[in-house]
């Protein structure tokens, strides 16, 4: 897969497209910059296809502990105000957006 | 004066009734309104807050009944949530998010009776090695070069910690590491600080940046200071599944621990080329003292530890493009308004962020994206390990690493920032350590030419902050590092 | 025999797969320690976690686990001792983390497979693919004011069970079948509740069509249908367009689309328009998930019985035919029914009365089983009324009829109407020696080789004593008398 990748330039077309998945609105002049900046950074990690990983997995987690299970007890909840004390609007008991159509 | 000392000396003054904590937090405040205007290390300071709690730690200290940091004024990094207390993450998608709940790590510090000044400042979400890219301004170091007053930068992301405890703006600081937040700080303002092992302090309550790598520590004066905060802000915490059932040791004792027949290694990767001599120097001293102290010196290898830094660079920002989807302007936070759901979405978070996060979410959903995630994070995640069986293999014959914690004395504002790769260069030492969940505790060891303070890194097995307080004791001693920075409570400012 | 569907180029056989999700019966969230209770006011039943505060985190709940490997054993499923939590991100108003986490490369619960039964008596094989855990989302609202959509979380974090299926099945009534048959398990382990209407059971239908013996072409899902009567209904709809673009010299596009019932058509999602990237990792929050062999052993040997066990049992313990005995276990809670009313009774006869004069009166008045206006204690005490000769069989089906309107038991209800069957053979003999007297012509004819007329003076016996005479003494006096 390595040697593909090799000296990737980012075009503003793919910065595009992350800043979409990202949800982020990226303006026109800013995508220049981050895809010169993107694409140095992409470009410094092409050090790792140097790395032998044969027949090596990948480290989930720190490898430390074991994921722990929590008993099936109602702890939490019916805390409608903090729930909703940050919200920036607000209608009745609901969070409210933009109408969203299906 | 009262900001000058350490919580050791602290503490047992407030027990002789040598002065009252109501007197210490006073000092700490007034230090705070000298000196913020010109450091911004803190973002919202709580003094009103604290002078009550101090006011109540007295109480308990005449009642006899009070618990290790009764009293004791700290600053807390504005990435811990605090109940009714504002917290930022130094964003401005958080400007006014005050959370309704305390983060476990803070919540402890409470129980043992500390007091909070305020909330200090940070990379924006914990991302930068700099202080830089606060929404609310950079943190100066107090720290000056010989004659000049070049603004230089405190290191990052817990600068604000940093500069707070090394200019006396408060006795000790909570810091969170991900790749050296804590470390190279320490090390730019000439203090001391802990990255303990993953999972030692829970991370519930605390504002995600890498998940995988995200911990909490102390920052403080002196060695035996961390002990005691880690004492405190350590433990089993149900509430993050990451979190590790295992019992908190002495801290405190454990430096007063013997060095004698422990090995240290000294990895030669960390000889990078183009280190200054200065660091190098240092670095050779460190290993002297352990030697004195009756370490045996042994040379390792940590073959990996050199893709460290790009393994870092693309699983941080793949969990961070994760972590932060969160922050959209629906149930908290910053919202700015669109035409539709998308359009508010992506004027919310463009506006919201700062430029580094912008640039490290876009990373991260790249990496992860179809088509480039076997290439990249995949890669990464196969790396990480090799890096972590680097580290397991020496544990086999060392007890302790020591290395330098950064490539530099703490750079100017400008220096270093045309070129994200650049900055991101400053955490070659510390990423490592990150990488493999192992504690890192990193201390002054001396100054620069130019009269900056100079730091050494030790690193452990996991779970071995024992023999890192312990190792680390015995260097202070050595180092005798009584050097102050120019802006200080007390200094000519 | 297979079902086809004709084009103008020839028959299409229809290809389809299924994911079921289902709502987990548990009493907290799958991370979260917030009821997974339905039905409460707006937000109330939301934790911080549920509402993705910063530096909140998930810790799994062990029963979501433990319902998950029940429901994977009785899929007869691999259950991996190793499965791993994902995260799958994307933006929406009702899903506050701006990812599920769900298991995308690992999941619990691996290869299965259940056997569905036809209405030709065939049985068919249907292959699992995976079951995995993951999270609901929380419920945007659309019409409560015109210019906003509003979120409730209280849904946000309860665990779901996705099955999925391998494109397997050939026809809406397999897909049918095999929706039942999953209902049915998960109900019977008490893993999920399978109520459609409520939406605490979901499918997404992927179809496709092809001529026989061709590779798979292109499919569409069909999300979120709620019934199983409209996946039937959508699945041929959706055939029936694939069909008309081939045939027209069109491709049919991959994508995700809504069925819209009132109009009986399919139609693109507008807000799945462009493919996504889902970005799956691991989620950093949470490590693998281990669970020890030994655990699964035991909630096997704890596991409740399953419908194919219980059908089997009933052929075995009552004599059954494997057709009445499926029709009995396809709900729990009539196999239940049924079981109250065998014990220590005969069991066809039981069956005979549950699948047939019971069954009839709850179709006819639109209620299950649970609203039956018959207890299964009456009904069994009718059969025993039967079986001890206190009533014959037509009469009990009158004495039944009553039993439904007036709820009265059926012993009173003999007592009230007089009903007692007559065995008194003294009794019977004199209305045969009248009706006997009163038609000697038939007797002639009866005699003269017309051995249908039997069949008449049995009538007209009964119908003398309203019925009431026990049908077995009738015939034989009759016999003897008339020889």
Redesign the interface.
Known sequence: MGAELTDKILDKKIVQRVAKLSSLAVKEDELAIYAADLGGIINWMEQLNGVDITDVQPMVGTEIAQLRLREDVVTDGDCKEDVLSNAPERIADFYAVPKVVE | MLTGMKITEAVDGLRQKKFSAEELTKAHVNAINKLNDRINAYITVTADAAIEQAKAADQKLAAGDAPALTGIPLAIKDLFCTKGVKTTAASRILENFVPPYESTVTANLLRDGAVFLGKVNLDEFAMGSGNLNSAFGAVENPWKRQGEDTFLVPGGSSGGSAAAVAAQMAMGATGTDTGGSIRQPAAYCGITGIKPTYGRCSRWGIIAYASSLDQAGPMGKSVEDCAIMLQSMAGFDPKDSTSVDKEVPDYRAACNRSLKGMKVGIPMEYRVPGLSPEIEAVWQQGINWLKEAGCEIVDVSLPHTKHGLATYYIIAPAEASSNLARYDGVRYGRRVDGASLDELYANTRGAGFGDEVKRRILMGTYVLSAGYYDAYYLRAQKVRKLINQDFMNVFDKVDVLLTPTAPTAAFAKGENQEDPVQMYLNDIFTVPASMAGVPGLALPAGLSSQGLPLGLQLLGRPFGEETLFAVGSAMEKAANFTHKPTLRAGGSL | MSYMIEGSTGAWEVVIGLEVHAQVI???KLF????AHFGA?????????????????????????DQAIRTGLGLNAKINLMS?FD?K?Y?Y?DL????QISQFEFPIVGEGSIEIELEDGSVKNIGITRLHLEQDAGK???D??????????NRSGVALMEIVSEPDMRSPEEAGAYLRKIRAIVRYLGTCDGNMEEGSMRADVNVSVRKPGEDYRTRCELKNINSIRYVMQAIEIEAKRHIEIYENGGEVDQETR?FDVARGETRT???KENAH?Y????D???????VEQSHVDHLKSTLAELPDDKRNRFQSEYGLPRYDANVLVAEQDVANFFEKVAKNRDGRMASNWVTGELFAVLNKQGLTIHESPISADALGSLLDLIADNTINGKIAKEVFEDMVETGDMPGDIVERKGLKQVTDTGAIEKVIAEILAANPDKIAQYKSGKDKLFGFFVGQVMKEMQGKANPAIVNDLLKKQLS
Do not use: W
């Open positions: 548990s009493k907290a979260s320690g917030a009821s006011d707006p937000n109330t039943h939301v934790s911080l976690v549920d509402a993705a505060f910063p530096g909140m985190l998930p810790v799994l709940n062990r029963e979501c686990v791993r995260r991100n933006f108003a506050p983390q701006g990812y945007s609202i659309h409560l004011t015109p210019k906003d959509t509003v979120v409730d979380l809504l999602m507008r807000s990237d970005r799956y990792f691991p950093p929050d949470l490590l693998p998930l281990i």
